[in-house]
């Protein structure tokens, strides 16, 4: 094509406000704007990141072509227009900027409500661009943020919606943020809360800068076709460019731009997928899965921009601990890639083992399986603990699990999965190195598990109608005919009361719900229950066989005995399926707690005898500490506890609250709560410290003694945590700590 194309380039702020008057009309034949809220807002994140978000191409318009296309306005432009130009490429991304930057009064596309855009500054400034934006439905709470200035500095929340009206008015509202913050620290007289106060005021200035140098730099390029093009040229164009098919996903983009390094990976993932499709989990697409593993092991991160570094001989640009930045290759060669894809491969592989063992996670086939998309971090962190040298992997797969359970009983995994392995991955591996540092989705779920509506988990798709089902697998539900351990291929989820007597007393759908049903083999279902009632099959079964085996095995289905007595009464009632429904839940709930929640050990009763006894001294040196500090408020503590003992109080209170807030702030001024949060090592530490010890010698006599004997208990603690089988030494010894610490505590 000669004379009709015009490359050219537009700063982001006049694009904003050519949006903004309505130049660019959309043809009727291009389809609907389809993309999802968190779309838009990767969009917006990568300009703020300075990557090129793909060239725009418009058709210089005319009233005759808007009329003979049928071109009507960006998704949500509501204002009369002024058009300019005819978008055959491009119309996703520029509603999605008018959407974003105009905070249309108009319902996101299959959503109850409009969606606001936010910026959250301090993630900005630390360049966390993970976590910098985000989107929040129009509900009263964001409709009254995006108008109340000083709720926005207070949370350091930008609404994107101000962006509309150009760099005078960003400009207005950084003044406002510094203003706010100054005004708050020159009325603060703590010295350190006074120096983060003015730091944000001080932040307003790169603010500044940011947004004027986004708004004028930030360039997006565009090939603008002449108006005096036919119209039938314009329409081989669109037509050329959309007969593609399916855009190329990163797999395919990597296999293309991967070839010129001698690596193939179609070939290579048809080699894997014989590992990896086997009978349990046929079908899924791992070929994104094996991606993301290999991403978050070598950089953490896994969204598709991410990918790219994997390239062998690719730089990539990051920040030290320093603050500077500096570039480095992630995958040198294609042996270190070929290496790197093993190691995915086999991390997959392991993982996909684990899900499916009836003693780990119950999912025995992908029927079963909650969330395919939980697999990517779960093999990555996985096989980041296996690599590591941590000394109590024990206690880390039992995290591991907690935030499993977590994830699926809160649906985390159902969208955005990317970005949630990624925060998922990172916080894991803190929480690793940390116990005070619990990862947020296992606080929330401590806090919420017993409110979990499980009588409407009617869909056996759904992730918790699934997780339950594998809590049945995990507790060794037994078949009903031989009570031995069935072949877990044959099984499949059954009605306990037969769906055809709901079907008849009119709670056809409530009939379906998980509550309602078990795992039983189809022979099962058969011979045993038959279209009766429990009050037939069930009296059947006990009269046949011994009745505490029949307990038993009902029992490993989470059918309690009260439960069994329910199912048990003649003229068996919908009052009665109700009975049972709710008492099965509670037993369901109870075992959540126990599966997830739980950490304690059951004892030997000469063991738990130990335990109590360090127990009891624990709680006595708590005592003694408020004592001998004098500690009687909040303030008390902050200035008597170590700092370092301190923060580790404040950071286990933290994880408390995410728990249960209400709790945490009836309790926040009482000094016992407090020290609640304290081992025995921080006790040992407060005792020992240089300000302290005097208040404490003449009860101990040593520092040295003191620790050696602290040393001790607390190994025989440790070991009491976490194994029934503790070392003949650590168990004298620790003895031996107990009763020389009653001796010198006198109890």
């Known amino acids: 094509m000669k004379n009709v194309q015009k490359p050219e380039k537009i700063h982001l702020g006049r694009l904003i406000s050519e949006i903004g008057k309505g130049r660019f009309v959309i043809p009727d034949f291009q389809r609907e704007f389809d993309w999802q809220p968190w779309d838009v807002r990767d969009l917006i994140k990568s300009i703020f990141m300075d990557y090129y978000i793909g060239t725009l191409l418009l058709w210089e318009g005319n009233k005759e072509n808007y009329r003979k296309l049928g071109c009507a306005n960006l998704y949500a432009f509501t204002k009369e227009a002024d058009p300019e130009y005819i978008v055959l490429d491009g119309q996703q991304r520029l509603s999605a900027l008018h959407y974003a ?226 570039y480095q290759t992630l995958i040198e060669n294609k042996e270190a890639f070929n290496s790197l894809w093993d190691t995915s491969v086999t991390a997959i592989h392991k993982t996909l083992n684990t899900l499916k063992n009836q003693r780990e996670f119950g999912a025995i086939n992908k029927r079963f399986l909650p969330y395919p998309s939980i697999i990517p971090c779960l093999s990555a962190i996985k096989h980041y603990v296996e690599q590591s040298d941590f000394k109590n992997k024990a206690d880390i797969a039992g995290k591991i699990k907690k935030w499993y359970w977590s994830s699926i009983f809160l649906t985390r995994y159902s969208s955005s999965v990317e970005t949630t392995s990624t925060k998922d991955y990172l916080d894991l591996k803190k929480w690793f190195d940390n116990d005070a540092l619990e990862i947020d989705c296992v606080s929330e779920f401590i806090g919420t598990y017993k409110s979990l509506d499980l009588h409407k988990e009617v869909n056996s798709g759904s992730a918790i109608y699934k997780a339950i089902f594998n809590l049945y697998i995990l507790n060794e539900a037994r078949d009903w005919d031989s009570s031995e351990l069935p072949e877990y291929e044959d099984l499949d989820d059954h009605h306990i009361v037969p769906k055809s007597w709901g079907k008849k007393m009119g709670i056809s759908k409530e009939i379906n719900t998980i509550l309602n049903r078990t795992p039983l083999s189809g022979n099962t279902n058969r011979n045993i229950i038959k279209d009766n009632l429990p009050n037939v099959y069930i009296k059947n079964m006990l009269a046949h066989n011994d009745e505490a085996t029949v307990y038993r095995v009902l029992k490993s289905h989470l059918i309690s005995r009260k439960a069994v007595d329910i199912l048990l009464r003649d003229n068996f009632s919908v009052e009665d399926y109700n009975d049972f429904i709710n008492e099965r839940k509670d037993t369901i709930i109870n075992t959540i707690y126990k599966t997830v929640i739980d950490d304690s050990v059951e004892l030997p009763e000469d063991l738990g005898k130990l335990n109590t006894s360090i127990e009891h001294i624990e709680l006595y040196l708590r005592g003694l500490i408020i004592d001998r500090l004098q500690l009687n408020s909040r303030n008390d503590i902050k200035e008597q506890i170590p700092p370092n003992i301190y923060d580790k109080f404040t950071q286990k209170l933290n994880r408390e609250r995410k728990r249960n807030p209400s709790l945490v702030s009836d309790n926040i001024e009482d000094v016992n709560y407090w020290m609640q949060f304290s081992d025995l090592q921080e006790l040992l530490q407060i005792i020992n410290a240089k300000t302290h010890w005097h208040l404490f010698e003449t009860t101990f006599g040593s520092k040295d003694k003191l620790t050696t004997e602290f040393n001790d208990m607390a190994n025989l603690r440790n070991a009491l945590r976490h194994s029934r089988e503790v070392d003949t030494i650590v168990r004298m010894k620790g003895e031996a700590s107990i009763l020389w610490l009653k001796q010198q505590l006198k109890i």
């Open 101 to 326: 930057f105009f905070q249309p009064k108009v319902n996101f596309r299959n959503r109850k409500n409009p969606i606001y855009y936010f910026i959250h500054l301090n993630e900005l400034l630390d360049e966390n661009f993970e976590e910098a934006f985000s989107y929040n439905s129009a509900t009263r709470y964001y409709n009254d943020l995006v108008t109340d200035k000083k709720q926005q500095y207070k949370e350091h929340i930008f609404p994107l919606g101000i962006m509309q009206h150009g760099s005078w008015e960003i400009d207005d509202w950084i003044k406002g943020y510094k203003d706010y913050w100054s005004e708050i620290a020159e009325q603060e007289e703590d010295q350190d809360v006074k120096n983060e106060y003015s730091g944000y005021a001080k932040n307003a200035l790169k603010l500044k800068e940011l947004f004027k140098d986004l708004l004028d730099n930030y360039q997006v390029s565009y090939i603008s076709l002449a108006k005096q093009l036919e119209l039938n040229k314009v329409c081989d164009i669109f037509t050329h460019i959309n007969s593609k098919g399916k855009p190329l996903d990163t797999f395919d983009l990597l296999n293309s731009i991967t070839r010129k390094e001698d690596i193939y990976l179609k070939d290579m993932y048809r080699e894997a997928s014989k590992t990896l499709d086997d009978v349990s989990y046929p079908g899924f697409e791992m070929k994104s899965y094996i991606m993301m593993v290999m991403s978050m092991i070598k950089q953490n991160y896994c969204s598709p921009k991410y990918l790219y570094y994997l390239v062998p001989k690719e730089v990539k640009k990051i920040k030290n601990k320093e603050g500077k930045f500096e």
